[in-house]
């Protein structure tokens, strides 16, 4: 049978104009209207708003359009307060006020828990019920990010643009300040762009990773402790000549920065060719211990919302000095300490071998001889693991990545251990791994949004199951 192909047809846009009403915000927090029977998607858009807006893609089953104008604005709406709003491709909720935020970020999860169940059928009528709701973690809105990442890119004259992607491209939008960074951060764009004009070697780093930290600096002669620093990574694409690291150095002393070089095989801190070490970084938990890690590292960039996350978790599990307490994917030890210094007995599972020793380091720094760290692939079977079978657990925390535990809630089902505190940083695989908790016999005991990332559409959730 003859076989005929058609050429793949672009979506058309229009850039038809048109008067609609925006009826609620999708997943991503974009508006959605309807238009000749289907959703129109409308970047900076807000519910009940009365907009004009300009046609940009049509396809079969939706639309998108650009915001021209707003006739009817949402009380909820605000002036949004970075002077980069809509260039820049973060902090895309700016114009949305911060209880509304919260708001939406609650209805994204409990419309992706009233979907799984349904699809599951775990819970009959979820849409019904109200989750056992308790009040969101939350922290300042506007300078809580510790860490993040510059780009950079050159042109053909090998000028420099300095900040982050725009929205739906990979060009940058030059960046002179960054309202979520903490202060310290915050003001090192212009700084950095300053810098880079006076490099003798041009187009030669690919990105800056800021991260702001306490480190431990060692020199011949002495030890030092300092709060609060300026950490700079610079992903150097060809090797530094002396000139240049003479600049980065005079830069460094200057604002009180450290520098780290990373080649691509190897990092070198520019202190360790003065004849001091590279520095330790760390950060302090809400129980005054250390987490020490290295600038590659996972860490959650909201220092108060983390704290605040932490006690929440304790105070939920109810750690009682006879427990023993299974952390999964339990990274540097962030919950694994704070756990420790509460319970009988504490193991943590990882699957990478580094932030096992990594883990297991943090332990002993600050006394903690009640934790132990393995190294698992948690979406294998473990339950035959020595670490598994060698003692009952009262309580169990995990706090995967995106991708979720599925594979682990099975496992962790059939322990049978009494409380499960889960900690998720994406809703729909939360939900799904929550319906295969309810299945297993567990009750969705208590459910609240963490706001990580204030001004976003992104939402972390911590959720308590009992048996």
């Known amino acids: ?35 000749q029977n289907k959703p129109v998607f409308i970047s900076g858009a807000l519910p009940n708003e009365l ?161 702001h930290a306490d480190i431990i600096e060692t020199n011949a002669e002495n030890k030092s402790q300092k709060d609060n620093q300026v950490v700079l990574v610079v992903r150097q694409l060809r090797t530094m000549n002396k000139a240049d690291i003479g600049l980065w150095q005079s830069y460094a002393q200057k604002h009180d920065w450290h520098v780290i070089i990373d080649n691509g095989d190897k990092q070198e801190s520019l202190d360790s060719l003065k004849g001091i070490s590279s520095p330790v970084l760390s950060y302090e938990l809400v129980d005054n211990s250390k987490i020490y890690f290295s600038s590659g590292d996972f860490i959650q960039i909201n220092h108060e919302v983390n704290n605040a996350m932490i006690s929440q978790a304790l105070a939920w599990l109810n750690v009682l000095p006879s427990d023993n307490v299974l952390d999964l994917f339990c990274g540097l030890g962030n919950f694994s300490l704070a756990l420790a210094k509460l319970a009988k007995g504490v193991v943590g599972v990882e699957g990478v071998q580094v932030m096992v020793d990594k883990a297991t380091h943090n332990a002993q720094t600050n ?37 979720g535990a599925e594979e682990a809630m099975h496992q962790i089902a059939k322990l049978k251990i009494p409380s499960i505190l889960y ?36 939402v972390e959730t911590m959720v308590l199951f009992t048996r």
């Not at 003859?2 to 925006?22: G, I, M």
């Not at 609620?24 to 927090?29: S, V, W």
């Not at 009640?370 to 009952?392: G, P, R």
């Not at 908790?437 to 992104?458: P, R």
Request: hydrophobic share 40%; net charge positive.
């Open 1 to 35: 049978m003859a076989n005929y192909f058609k050429a793949a047809v672009k979506p058309q846009a229009s850039n038809q104009r048109l008067t609609v009403t925006v009826d609620k915000l999708d997943m991503n927090g974009v508006g959605v209207a309807r238009w």
């Open 51 to 211: 907009v004009e807006v300009k046609i940009i893609e049509q396809k079969n089953k939706y639309a998108r359009a650009k915001l021209i104008s707003i006739s009817n604005p949402s009380d909820s709406r605000v002036t949004p307060q970075c002077q980069h709003f809509g260039l820049c491709g973060g902090c895309d909720l700016q114009m949305f006020d911060m209880a509304a935020q919260l708001d939406f970020k609650q209805s994204k999860v409990s419309e992706l828990f009233s979907r799984c169940f349904s699809d599951q059928n775990v819970v009959k009528n979820l849409a019904e019920k109200d989750l056992p709701w308790h009040a969101a973690i939350k922290s300042s809105p506007w300078h809580y990010r510790r860490k993040a990442r510059i780009g950079v890119q050159f042109d053909k004259k090998a000028q420099a643009t300095i900040g982050f992607r725009q929205k739906s491209t990979n060009q940058l939008a030059a960046i002179k300040s960054c309202p979520v960074l903490v202060e310290p951060l915050n003001v090192i764009f212009p700084l950095l762009k300053k810098l880079l004009a006076e490099l003798t070697v041009k187009s030669a780093i690919g990105h800056i990773e800021v991260i």
């Open 367 to 403: 006394g903690f001889d009640n934790c132990q760290f393995y190294q698992q692939d948690l979406n294998s079977n473990w339950l035959l693991e020595s670490w598994a079978k060698a003692q009952v657990f009262d309580k169990v925390l995990l706090d995967p990545a995106r991708a």
């Open 423 to 458: 900690v998720s940083c994406d809703p729909a695989t939360l939900a799904r791994d929550s319906a295969i908790l309810v299945s297993k016999g567990y009750k969705l005991e208590k459910i609240s949004i963490m706001d990580m990332f204030a001004q976003t559409k992104h």
